[in-house]
């Protein structure tokens, strides 16, 4: 059965830091570019971060040089490091396949207030 467990969310001051993790299981974690969305109230998800399997990287410009995105195939997780967050990027984060074609798992709520 195909899991994606997202986690590491919570409440954060402008200008801090939260590290998400997700776990899956069910896929070849190793060939699949992994890949971290959100969603806004009201919004659109949209694809934030992303990592091909041999690790190379790519960010949407508006966290390009804040988020960091890895992962670690031995665990079958992949990782999201934010930094220097801003209300902004309030929304709950979501991993997925780059294809976004796994069933969705309940993600992770990052609130970004003073």
């Known amino acids: 059965q195909v899991q994606l467990v997202e986690s590491g969310g919570g409440l954060v001051q402008p200008g801090g830091s939260l590290r998400l993790s997700c776990t899956t299981s069910g896929i070849t974690f190793s060939i699949n570019t992994m890949a971290w969305f959100r969603q806004a109230p009201g919004k659109q998800r949209e694809l934030v971060a992303h990592?091909?399997?041999?690790?190379?990287?790519s960010y949407a410009a508006s966290v390009k040089g804040r988020f960091t995105i890895s992962r670690a195939d031995a665990k079958s997780t992949v990782y999201l490091q934010m930094d220097s967050l801003k209300p902004e990027d309030t929304a709950i984060y979501y991993c997925?396949?780059?294809?976004?074609?796994?069933?969705w798992g309940q993600g992770t709520q990052v609130t970004v207030s003073s």
């Open positions: 990592i091909y399997g041999g690790g190379t990287t």
């Open positions: 997925n396949i780059l294809s976004g074609r796994i069933a």
